[in-house]
């Protein structure tokens, strides 16, 4: 990642984070993850296709930073019981369209496809996700934003989701 | 298996693993305690407009419940009266005047007669018109909307609805008081939650006051801790509200009470709940007073029940606008459908908080949904050990009950939990034969 001048910073920077950010997911690097996040940036999931209100309908998730870090905490946790054995995921995503870059006002918004499988014991399951990223340059380095992860198949039932898409 | 088989699975103190695991048992029930029984459809503001409908079961069955031309909801068996076609597959829409069947144009209306079909000359004199299936559309045995609220009875004849419910719709009405202009709308489509368990272990848990702070210790407890190592700032972040309070001890749920009522019906937070300690919000004590002036508006909320469970499977939360319904699909196969409503006339911040405690207790991604329905998987599974039989629910149990008559008890007592069975072997059997072939009173 680029460092410092805003002017240095290439598209491809920004890609390059995109890609950073769900190989940590991948390799369940959550502390690390977590120090990715501006303090009030907020992870949503919508439960409705194209849902434009997070609060006032229910979403799958809209979790602030003590949310978020909740989840992580507890996935180490000694009796953490539906995460006994762990679940593990794998992102296989498309090149992030970079729809917003401006460097100047330190603003990016990428857009990404991608397909993510999560698996436990004999489970596996595949969830087809367009995920928006909206990111900021502070002190050189990216930091989210907001994430919002859209399902494909956001009105099918199911079971546990357990690890963060 | 007969009303007797059906009865020795349920004893005062304990039930046979078979209720949760045998397909022969699910079978009955689709066909006993789910045609006998009063069974939730949907939310009449789901189709506000005459033509509008949605999609749902009634235990097993598929059904379609719309606003009929003279204003009133109906219940039709999803099924052409030709060929058996589903005449809307769509969760919801609207067909207008009538219903078409895509296969061949069959049209009804609104309350399911028959409407048109083309070429009808091939049809004279065959006798369709005499036919069931000439008649239309089948509507079920009986539709009850309570305030906004729609509930049908499959079979023809049986209990009537106030029988039914009794004093339990006294949760309904505190849902529905606590909205100033006295009525609640649907907030968005629901959480769609697959569950591999039975139906009714769902059910149980809604009033199993022992588990959360055991099984929830992994999301509850790490949220307390993380509460404290933050050191402990005001305003407490939403999921301390909402979250934390899983962590209770023993004692503060031994006092919130549980209440049972007739025909399997019951509730936590008698007293007080989980729910009590929410923070106020700007605005709303205020509309409740103009509403219904100072005195009744305390009155409304200061009722704070916790889960309340219209037997056989739904559960409301009144406090926050809430209800769960939990669908048969098989004896291993549960679908929980979690809605959440608008308070009319109330600040748009309750809708809000109803809609986070639903995401973030209710979801497939929640960290609380995923420690029970873990819970539910691996007993649906160890219940398949041959060792033992029986399932206990004995908690609080001392004597003789009679379930007949209104109580109020500890609120760790599996009371409740008996008050289903105590039901479901009722509803489940006045249909039957008994051993010797002589139809159940
Ligand atoms: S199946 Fe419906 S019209 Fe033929
Ligand atoms: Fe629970």
């Not at chain 1, 995503?93 to 990428?110: L, S």
Request: with cysteine; hydrophobic share 40%; aromatic share 10%.
């Amino acid at each position: 990642m680029s460092e410092g001048n805003a002017a240095m910073i290439t598209r491809d920077d920004v890609i390059d984070f995109i890609y950073a950010e769900t190989r940590m997911l991948d390799e369940g690097r959550y502390t690390e993850w977590l120090d990715l996040w501006l303090p009030d940036a907020v992870y949503w999931m919508p439960l409705d296709y194209k849902q434009a209100d997070p609060v006032n309908a229910t979403s799958f998730l809209y979790e602030d930073n003590f949310m978020l870090r909740l989840r992580v905490e507890r996935l180490n946790g000694e009796r953490t019981f539906s995460q006994k054995p762990k679940s593990r995921c794998n992102h296989v995503i498309q090149r992030p369209f970079v729809d917003v870059f401006d460097p100047e006002a330190g603003k990016f918004q990428t857009v990404t496809n991608m397909h993510y499988v999560e698996t436990r014991l004999d489970e596996q399951q595949l969830l087809a996700l367009t995920v928006t990223h909206d990111l900021a340059l502070v002190g050189g380095a990216f930091r989210i934003a907001g994430k919002k992860v859209e399902l494909l198949n956001c009105d099918a039932a199911f079971g546990n989701i357990q690890l963060l898409p | 298996m007969n009303a007797n088989d059906i009865r020795a699975m349920i004893q005062p103190a304990q039930v046979h693993r078979d209720v949760y695991i045998s397909d022969a048992v699910y079978q009955l029930e689709m066909r006993h305690l789910f045609t006998n029984a009063w069974i939730f459809v949907g939310h009449d503001s789901q189709t506000p407009n005459k033509g509008d409908y949605i999609t749902t079961q009634v235990g097993d069955q598929p059904v379609i419940m719309v606003r009929h031309t003279d204003g009133e909801v109906k219940v039709l068996y999803n099924r052409c009266p030709h060929k058996g076609t589903k005449i809307a597959i769509d969760r919801a829409g609207n067909t207008g005047k009538f219903f078409r069947c895509p296969y061949h144009a069959w049209s009804f209306k609104t309350d399911g007669c028959l409407l048109a079909i083309p070429l009808k000359k091939g049809y004279e004199g065959t006798g369709l018109s005499d036919s069931q299936n000439g008649k239309g559309m089948q509507a079920v045995g009986a539709v009850h909307n309570y305030r906004g609220f729609v509930f049908a009875r499959l079979a023809e004849a049986g209990i009537g609805f106030d029988d039914f419910f009794g004093g339990s719709l006294s949760s309904i009405d505190n849902m529905v008081d606590r909205a100033p202009e006295g009525r609640v709308e649907i907030s968005g489509p629901p959480l769609r939650y697959m569950h591999k368990c039975n139906w009714k272990m769902l059910v149980e848990n809604q009033t199993d006051t022992c588990h959360p702070m055991v099984a929830h210790e992994s999301s509850a407890g790490t949220a307390v801790k993380i509460y404290e190592q933050m050191g402990n700032p005001e305003p407490r972040p939403p999921a301390m509200q909402i979250i934390a309070p899983f962590m209770s001890p023993y004692e503060f749920f031994e006092d919130m009470g549980i209440r049972t009522w007739p025909n399997g019906h019951g509730h936590t937070g008698v007293n007080m709940s989980i729910h009590s300690n929410y923070d106020a919000i700007p605005g709303y004590f205020e509309a409740m007073v103009e509403s219904y002036g100072a005195e009744r508006a305390k009155a409304i909320l200061d009722e704070n029940r916790h889960n309340t469970v219209y037997f056989p499977n739904i559960m409301i939360k009144a406090p926050l606008t809430q209800l769960r319904n939990f669908i048969p699909l098989g004896a291993d196969r549960t679908l929980v459908e979690s809605y959440v409503y608008r308070l009319v006339g109330a600040p748009e911040q309750l809708t809000a908080m109803s809609a986070m405690y639903n995401r973030m207790i209710n979801a497939p991604t929640s960290i609380v949904g995923h420690d029970d329905l873990e819970m539910y998987e691996r007993a649906q599974e160890g219940l398949h050990a041959e060792g033992m039989q029986w399932v206990d629910i004995r908690r609080l149990h001392t004597g003789p009950e009679d379930f007949e008559t209104e109580a109020v008890e500890n609120g760790t007592t599996e009371r409740q939990m008996r008050n289903q069975f105590h039901a479901w072997a009722k509803f489940m059997t006045m249909s039957m034969e008994d051993a010797a072939g002589v139809a159940a009173e």
